[in-house]
T-cell receptor
């Protein structure tokens, strides 16, 4: 069975600090996809990034970066120089194409609070 | 603008009164699904559809119905809503099944009294 664990339930930082969100996943499949979504206070779910299991390259997009390590089954997310607008709940999710329903298995989410 | 549109955004209703939450996407996506989000339980899939006229149950389908008569629309029907269906509901779509990211609507907050 698939499982995604986000051990940090809430992180509070002061603006301009870096923050790293941990994500550890479990799956028996060799082909799978990992995602990060952002849920701001307004409630919508915003897609941030997708990574497939064969691509272990780290990725940077502006102040966001992602570190995928297959050996430790982790897909961590770092926000550099955080801003108040980064305050949100961030979800890591796993998709296994072989599983019925193309279901996304979500972690419990990490609430990030960036204080001015 | 590419988007998934849900209506209504908010609804307060009473037990037993049938309701429908509409979902429409303008991206010509094949795959659509419904999730509910509850505190402590996270996001769980209710139903999904791989294409027109093809639907199947997710993890928590009890008390819900769906239909997919057109590619762009995937309504969620609560025939006889109960208080345990009070939740935040999300519709999602993706280009195809498997590796494509799912794009979510803005959510519908349902309160069943």
């Amino acid at each position: 069975a698939q499982k995604v664990t986000q051990a940090q339930t809430e992180i509070s930082v002061v603006e301009k600090e870096d923050v790293t969100l941990d994500c550890v996943y479990e799956t028996r499949d060799t082909t799978y996809y990992l995602f990060w979504y952002k849920q701001p206070p307004s409630g919508e779910l915003v897609f941030l990034i997708r990574r497939n299991s064969f691509d272990e390259q780290n990725e940077i997009s502006g102040r966001y970066s992602w570190n995928f390590q297959k050996s430790t089954s982790s897909f961590n997310f770092t926000i550099t120089a955080s801003q108040v607008v980064d305050s949100a709940v961030y979800f890591c999710a796993l998709s296994d194409p072989g599983a019925a329903g193309n279901k996304l298995t979500f972690g419990g989410g990490t609430r990030v609070l960036v204080k001015p | 603008e590419a988007q998934v549109t849900q209506n209504p955004r908010y609804l307060i209703t009473v037990t037993g009164k049938k309701l429908t939450v509409t979902c429409s996407q303008n991206m010509n996506h094949e795959y659509m699904s419904w999730y509910r989000q509850d505190p402590g339980l996270g996001l769980r899939q209710i139903y999904y559809s791989m294409n027109v006229e093809v639907t199947d149950k997710g993890d928590v389908p009890e008390g819900y119905k769906v239909s997919r008569k057109e590619k762009r629309n995937f309504p969620l029907i609560l025939e006889s809503p109960s208080p345990n269906q009070t939740s935040l509901y999300f519709c999602a779509s993706s280009l195809s099944y498997g590796n494509q990211p799912q794009h979510f609507g803005d959510g519908t907050r349902l309160s069943i009294l």
